[in-house]
């Protein structure tokens, strides 16, 4: 339900953008996020944007180099994570992640156990 893709190897300095196809669901009633995984590190929190794309966070190491955006079509919701300015240590798979919205006000998290669909990951090689 939820399909990836963007990823790929870029100079660092460079820009790549991901994609992410959401569908199968009411996914206009999820907070949309990306997380990443490093050789060898636990998979960590990037970036989330809430319904309506009103809200938005990100781990401070990518605050001012990425962005994320979200479209909310009828039949697929796509999320994107704009990465500029990518660093050898950006290098990770890159995974979409969705958390239903189950109450008025709900937070974005920033622990992946919260969140209720992942999408399969997409490889970034930052080189130097």
């Known amino acids: 339900q939820l399909q990836a893709?963007?990823?790929?190897?870029?100079?660092?300095?460079?820009?790549?953008?991901?994609?992410?196809?959401?569908?199968?669901?009411?996914f206009?009633?999820?907070?949309?996020?990306?997380?990443?995984?490093?050789?060898?590190?636990?998979?960590?929190?990037v970036a989330a944007i809430g319904t309506g794309g009103r809200t938005s966070d990100y781990v401070d190491s990518v605050?001012?180099?990425?962005?994320?955006?979200?479209?909310?079509a009828k039949n697929t919701v796509r999320s994107y994570l704009q990465m500029d300015g990518l660093k050898?240590?950006?290098?990770?798979?890159?995974?979409?992640?969705?958390?239903?919205?189950?109450?008025?006000?709900?937070?974005i998290s920033r622990d992946k156990a919260d969140y209720d669909y992942w999408g399969q990951g997409t490889l970034v090689t930052v080189s130097s």
């Open 5 to 26: 893709s963007g990823g790929g190897l870029v100079q660092a300095g460079g820009s790549l953008r991901l994609s992410c196809a959401a569908s199968g669901r009411i």
């Open 28 to 45: 206009t009633s999820y907070v949309m996020a990306w997380f990443r995984q490093a050789p060898g590190k636990e998979r960590e929190f």
């Open 63 to 72: 605050k001012g180099r990425f962005t994320i955006s979200r479209d909310d």
């Open 88 to 107: 050898p240590e950006d290098t990770a798979v890159y995974y979409c992640a969705a958390d239903a919205v189950r109450a008025i006000g709900w937070a």
